[in-house]
């Protein structure tokens, strides 16, 4: 018996990372695991290669309409859902504070912060 038997999972920006050794753990413990991020083939390969309990699908975490999509798409695979993982996230280019465009700021915010909301929403 998994630790995680019966349980669906999205987890975002899982494509490569820390994001997909979360979903790697998941399927071990016994989850069933839908992986999301924006590198499309990168996801596609890394839920093919954790095998039968991994599908994978685009999400940007900051594209709120296709936020509900990723849910729906979930319970049609695998019935049901239990556990978000807020994986996705970046960094800025490294640079002084002063250095850092506005641009580059509200992409960070965007992506760390806001997009954090997203799933919790739907
Ligand atoms: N690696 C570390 O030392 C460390 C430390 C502290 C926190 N974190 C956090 O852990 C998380 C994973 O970090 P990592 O080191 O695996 O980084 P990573 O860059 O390898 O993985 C992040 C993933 O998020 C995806 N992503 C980026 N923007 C996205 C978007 N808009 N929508 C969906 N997916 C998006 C990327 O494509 C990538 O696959 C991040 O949130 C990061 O900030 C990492």
Do not use: C
């Amino acid at each position: 018996m998994g630790a995680l038997d019966g349980k669906v999972a999205i987890i975002t920006g899982a494509a490569r990372g820390q994001g997909l050794a979360e979903a790697r753990l998941f399927a071990e413990r016994g989850a069933k695991v839908m992986l999301t991020d924006v590198l499309d083939e990168e996801g596609e390969k890394a839920a093919a290669s954790i095998g039968s309990s991994a599908a994978y699908i685009s999400l940007d975490v900051t594209n709120e309409q296709s936020w509900s999509n990723v849910v729906a798409a979930t319970v049609e695979k695998f019935g049901k859902l239990n556990v978000l993982v807020n994986n996705a996230g970046i960094i800025t280019p490294a640079a002084e504070t002063h250095e850092t465009s506005l641009e580059t700021y509200n992409k960070v915010i965007n992506v760390n912060q806001v997009g954090v909301l997203s799933l919790i929403h739907i």
